[in-house]
């Protein structure tokens, strides 16, 4: 099952650059996304999300753009921070309760 | 900030045995759901359970998974007979409305190792 797909399972960044995740999915009924984080030993923290009829949603440093042409989105992170080392998931949903996630983007920044 | 709590963090368990993990819910939220993570792979979704019945549920959650809310407080998921496949980080959440767009909020996790 591949509907949501993070295709970078690592990425590097200098402090105080831009964070760039990215995220495609396949399945044309999704109307909802979302941006978790994720620590070590902990749950996946909800950051931000989009509706389908939207293309983009900004929340302080980060902001989510959706191109339903493209069936992709991004996450943009500026200016990335030490704190925002982590694993970050993109998920999904179609109408219903339940979430699809993708493999997750693990984001380093270096000082 | 309101928490889901889930206990324990750390089940060891030998195979075909019961377990039974625990989850103690945000108070005022209304919709309660399980999640599972294997190592290295995706998040996957179990379960998601509204006024006392099961309202949407994968592939995944087979006749060896059940879910309860015993009390007013408490949101657990038993699986009967343990199998190997079955060790991994089980998370649980919950929101207080109806859809993903309120971006519910997930528990600690319990490790659940079968061995």
């Known amino acids: 099952d591949q509907q949501v797909k993070q295709n970078s399972p690592s990425l590097s960044v200098q402090e105080g650059r831009i964070s760039i995740l990215n995220c495609d999915y396949t399945?044309?009924?999704?109307?909802?996304f979302l941006w978790y984080k994720k620590y070590p030993a902990e749950g996946p923290t909800f950051l931000i999300s989009?509706?389908?009829?939207?293309d983009k949603n900004e929340d302080g440093r980060f902001t989510v753009f959706l191109n339903k042409s493209a069936k992709h989105l991004s996450l943009h992170i500026v200016p990335s921070q030490p704190g925002d080392s982590a694993v970050y998931f993109c998920?999904?949903?179609?109408?219903?309760?339940?979430?699809?996630f993708g493999q997750g983007t693990r984001l380093t920044i270096n000082p | 900030e309101p928490e889901v709590t889930q206990t324990p963090s750390h089940q060891v368990t030998q195979m075909g045995q019961e377990v039974i993990l625990r989850c103690v819910p945000i108070?005022?939220?209304?919709?309660f759901y399980w999640y599972r993570q294997i190592l290295g792979q995706k998040v996957e979704f179990l379960v998601s359970?509204?006024?006392?019945?099961?309202?949407?549920k994968s592939e995944i959650f087979d006749d060896q998974f059940s879910v309860e809310r015993p009390d007013g407080s408490n949101f657990t998921l038993k699986i009967r007979s343990t199998k190997l496949e079955d060790s991994a980080m089980y998370f649980c959440?919950?929101?207080?409305?109806?859809?993903?767009?309120?971006?519910?909020?997930f528990g600690s996790g319990t490790r659940l190792t079968v061995v």
């Open positions: 959440a919950s929101s207080y409305a109806r859809g993903t767009n309120y971006g519910y909020t």
């Open positions: 399945n044309s009924m999704f109307d909802y």
């Open positions: 989009i509706s389908s009829i939207k």
């Open positions: 998920a999904a949903s179609a109408g219903a309760q339940k979430l699809v």
């Open positions: 108070s005022n939220h209304l919709y």
């Open positions: 359970f509204y006024n006392n019945e099961i309202s949407e």
